[in-house]
C-alpha cells in the first residue's frame, strides 16, 4: 500500500477538507430503485418487506422525508414523499436514522481506518442531532464537525424559537438558524390562533397578507405591519441578513420578518406561532 495515500487520506480528513457526503451519499439504492414513483402506502409496506424499519418522518414545504434503517445491510436511506408518491429514495448517513457506530466498508482496510478516525468528530456532531440531511439546503450534510455543529446550534435556535445568537460568525449557524424557522413554521402551521381578531390582521387569510408585504421597503413594510396592530419586540441578525419579531396583541399573533439589510428590502414576513418576545 503507497504510504503517500495514507497520509493525503489523513491530512485532508483532518483539516476538514473532505466532505462527510459523496455522490454516492445521494444515489438511489439499486434495490430500491423500482419503488420511485410507487404511492407512498404502497411504496412503505414493500420497504419494510425488504427489511427496512421506519424511523421517523419529518414535514417541510411541499414534501415529507422518511428516514429507513436496514440492519442487515447497515444502511440509511431517506424516502422523499410528494403528492402521495415517492418522489427519491437516496442513501444518507446513519446518523439520519439514529445509527452512531455505522463504518461503510472498503477494498482497504488501513484507508478504511484512517478515515473512521477522521471521520469520529463528525459522526460525534451529528449523533445527537436534531437536523437531518434533508434540512440541509443541498440536501445532504456538507460541513465538517465543527460547522456541523454550528448548523446544529442554529437549526435547534431557529426550531425553538430562541433568539440569533452567531457568535461565532458562521454561514453554517445562519443557514441552520433559516432552516430552524421553516421547519418551526411548517410545524406550527396547523394551529388555529385564538384572539378577538376585531381589526387589522385577519387569520383568515393571513398568509396573502403577509406575503403582500414581502419585497417591500423595510420602511413601508413596517408601517403596514404597525397598521395591522403589529409592534417590534425584537431584533437580532447580521450585516447581510436581519430579523425582526412582531407581536400582535390583540389577537396574540407572532410574525417573523426577514430583511435584506444591503438593500434594505423585506424579504419574507411570516406566522412563526410563538418566539419568547411575543407576550
Known amino acids: 500500500m ?5 497520509f493525503c487520506t489523513g491530512l485532508v480528513i483532518a483539516t476538514g477538507l473532505l466532505a462527510p457526503s459523496s455522490a454516492s451519499a445521494q444515489a438511489t439504492p439499486y434495490e430500491l430503485a423500482d419503488l420511485v414513483g410507487a404511492q ?3 411504496g412503505d409496506q414493500a420497504m419494510h418487506d425488504r427489511g427496512y424499519v421506519h424511523i421517523d418522518t ?9 428516514n429507513w434503517w436496514n440492519g442487515s445491510r447497515r444502511e440509511c436511506v431517506t424516502v422523499a414523499t410528494q403528492n402521495g408518491r415517492y418522489a427519491s429514495i437516496t442513501e444518507s448517513p446513519g446518523s439520519d436514522c439514529n445509527q452512531t457506530n455505522v463504518s461503510s466498508g472498503g477494498d482497504d482496510d488501513a484507508v478504511a481506518a484512517i478515515v473512521a478516525v477522521g471521520a469520529a468528530a ?5 449523533a445527537a442531532s436534531d437536523h437531518k440531511s434533508h434540512h ?10 465543527f460547522g456541523e455543529q454550528e448548523f446544529e446550534r442554529g437549526y435547534r435556535d431557529g426550531l425553538y424559537a430562541h433568539h440569533f445568537d452567531d457568535f461565532n460568525g458562521t454561514e ?7 432552516s430552524g424557522v421553516g421547519q418551526r413554521t411548517h410545524n406550527s402551521s396547523y394551529r388555529d390562533h385564538t384572539g378577538r381578531y376585531s381589526t387589522g390582521y385577519q387569520p383568515s387569510y393571513a398568509h396573502t397578507q403577509l406575503a403582500s ?25 447580521d450585516a447581510n441578513t436581519g430579523y425582526g419579531i412582531w407581536y400582535n396583541r390583540s389577537t396574540g ?11 434594505r428590502r423585506t424579504v419574507d414576513v411570516r406566522d412563526i406561532g410563538r418566539h419568547p418576545a411575543c407576550r
Do not use: P
Not at 419529518?58 to 422518511?66: A, E, G, M, T, V
Not at 440541509?136 to 464537525?145: F, I, L, S, V
Not at 399573533?253 to 438593500?263: L, S
Open 122 to 126: 463528525l459522526i460525534g456532531a451529528l
Open 136 to 145: 440541509h439546503e443541498t440536501g445532504k450534510h456538507g460541513y465538517d464537525a
Open 2 to 6: 503507497n504510504r503517500s495515500i495514507v
Open 172 to 178: 453554517a449557524y445562519q443557514r441552520g438558524y433559516r
Open 253 to 263: 399573533q407572532c410574525v417573523q420578518q426577514t430583511i435584506d439589510q444591503r438593500g
Open 40 to 42: 407512498a402506502r404502497g
Open 58 to 66: 419529518q414535514k417541510s414545504s411541499d414534501r415529507s422525508y422518511s
Open 213 to 237: 408585504v414581502n419585497n417591500m421597503s423595510v420602511t413601508d413594510a413596517n408601517r403596514r405591519l404597525n397598521d395591522w396592530g403589529f409592534r417590534e419586540v425584537d431584533q437580532f441578525g
